[in-house]
């Protein structure tokens, strides 16, 4: 029993120090490990079947909008990356240079794409030249570089993996359909599959995308109050297109420049995951991204007929799930704590007895919930429980969001809300940056986003008291 | 009629000039395009869906055999890079280095992957302690880079697109067995879905790669004549766990060196498909890797129902194939060049006769054979005219290798046959290097490998007459 509780113990407690205990369940959920490469990781297999999952899940819904996959080098000549000015402002100070290629200096340096508009946009000036060759809807999976300076697994590294996808169309009308679009596929993702509910809304200049005209953003809240932007769609309007020279013959016969978008979602949603869902015992993942939904875990397996009847069950329910087995040679209450720490929905436990009984015992990961099943219904009720896991995780974390969702009307109280509340902090906006930088400077918060379809919560600035423009989410923000 | 003609004659003929055949070909099946960054290319959204097939069937096979995805760091710092002494030097020449992150020059220069020993060497290091941690059988997929000097699409670039398998375990043994396993996924993977016939064998010792102790191949014969390697599988021995101190205690409690292997598939079997199995048309895809394997073009497309009638019978195939309808305003000659040209299976035509007889005409892309079938047979039909196409191309294949296929007895022989007969030279060798060297330097064709279960078909090494160890097949290669 000492050992089996030193797992457990192990990891310290969220409401102790929630980033040590994050970092507690990166390591021993054995999502990631440290590498040689300051401010890199490796994923191990625990932590890339999620992102399989999230690929496979954000794919088909991407596909199923017309979107394309294709692949673009890793490597920006600088030349290019200058061509748009705020973009190159933007990402200039954060990139990874190639000076040599071999034994030999490369005549021009090449940054690792930090983001690739820049490549579509020399793409797509060779590519497009009639309306006949628009919309251009692609999209890469891949990995980008950005040099930070502190680092934290899945949250903020200096490689990590996203999609990006990249569209160009005929008319600012179809772009700004594509760019909402994309925002509301991230949106459901998120809330369908990671159970993670989201705030959709707008980004104020200050915070948008380099080079964007306008970036959108779902903004989700982790377990400890602070914000996380989980996804971003940007419309450039014809800026990249006009710094890059991407024009088509139109219908009309007349020379036309397109219109950009782009969007993207990262490996920090595993973070995300993590921060919404879990508890003390460590991860717990929602069923539908999973890439263990059930272990079934016999006991007393010494016993004759056990692990037989464990392994016919396995057999039986591998048909509809993705199910596993824990046949090892380690204590039951070892293996319940390590399916615990690894955030495995359902255990399903059966001994001499249960077997005996014609029966199992199902335990629920979020809930601790145990129900002694009958092995007959055990797809039924094993369906029944993963769904309700699923909707009950988004219910609770949607619960736990608005319960952490404050108005402040006036400057004092938006403080101290901000600095005594972890949560989101809504508050009116005069629409001018020096409020928005005086709340930075002076609390640590940022806006997260306008968001949309929501009333006003007043008539002034919660800042300058002068008359406000729009609701704006604030938050202390990964 | 002149314009559809110019999309066919746009294509050089292959007995003309093969190179630039191949060249023709991936661009007007629109698989490639050509970047600003010289030696990188953008795959384009046909050549990208081909290597979404390629990874789709190659990671179900993997995970068939037990083997978990992870990812690495894309950066190795020089260091690391060292550590191995075979492994550097035939690496060292061709990686390109990063040496600023953001504004700052780093303390030590890092290389951007040329493959991933080093990395997955260190990663083990800190994960196996002891024999419960065994095996590891990782794989990733990733892009790697190379500074090639001359490049080609597909078949040799800076960056590609590839998976790397790394594996460690308790035995040598156990290490041969996995790396002769991968092998065999790989030829079976080539056979059975790319439709390309290969020949098993292990790599002379000038030709293995740095750092193994063996490495295997399987080598595949194009319609020029040329050798490709591809794939290949490395036995490293525990040559790579003493470079880097990966060490475990085994159940008798003594500390042993973890035996490791390696094993790798690129992009460049887009090249391999196209070489194999493409004509003076244009690509021609087998029906499995095929992302569209039917598409369907209505005849007369604005007489009435043809339209309707083509989107009821897409709708129908859809169920059971990759079909895709062509019901743009291009004319139908048009149109069939174009699936000619993308190498799609099998296309369906029907006009409004044919609908008005409840019946399609079925054409095979790699025979031109027609076929008149009821509607109502259409599916057993189609599945009945892929199945024979695929089986017939890999039969064409293995007829084109074999007639390919010749012995040379002396060096006059064999230098003749290398010069004027494409393709492989099957010749006995006494295992000198020196041998090797000079039939590379005077022919320019290199030993592809030491065929697995051949019989020897003499006594005498064809280079110098000695007493010959084993039997190679040489080639002049990609």
Known sequence: MAKEKKLVEAITSMDVDFAQWYTDVVKKAELVDYTSVKGCMVIKPAGYAIWENIQKELDRRFKETGVENVYLPMFIP??????????????????????????????????????????????????????????????????????EKTTRPFLRSREFLWQEGHTAHATGEEAEKRTIQMLNVYADFCEEVLAIPVIKGQKTDKEKFAGAEATYTIESLMHDGKALQSGTSHNFGDGFAKAFGIQFTDKDNTLKYVHQTSWGMTTRMIGAIIMVHGDDSGLVLPPRIAPTQVMVIPIAM????????????????????????????????????????????????????????????????????????????????????????????LERARAHRDAHTYDAHTYEEFVDMINNKPGFVRGMWCGDRACEDKIKEETGATSRCRPFGQDRIGDTCVCCGRPAKSLIYWGKAY
């Open 78 to 147: 600088e030349s290019l990356l200058q061509k748009e000015k705020d973009h190159v402002e933007g990402f200039a100070p954060e990139v990874a240079w190639v000076t040599h290629g071999g034994l030999e200096p490369l005549q021009e340096r090449l940054c690792v794409r930090p983001t690739s508009e820049t490549l579509f946009c020399d793409f797509y000036a060779n590519e497009v030249q009639s309306y006949r060759d628009l919309p251009k809807v692609y999209n890469q999976w891949c990995s980008v570089v950005r040099w």
């Open 302 to 393: 010494h016993k004759e007929g056990v692990l037989e009847k464990a392994q016919e069950i396995r057999d039986r329910l591998a048909k509809d799930f993705r199910v596993k087995l824990d046949a090892t040679d380690k204590s039951p209450g070892w293996k319940f704590s390590e399916q615990e720490m690894k955030g495995i929905p359902v255990r399903i436990e059966m001994g001499p007895k249960d077997i005996e009984a014609g029966q199992a015992v199902m335990v629920r990961r979020d809930t601790r919930e145990k129900l002694v099943v009958s092995l007959e219904e055990l797809e039924e009720k094993l369906a029944q429980v993963l769904d309700a896991m699923q909707k009950d995780m």
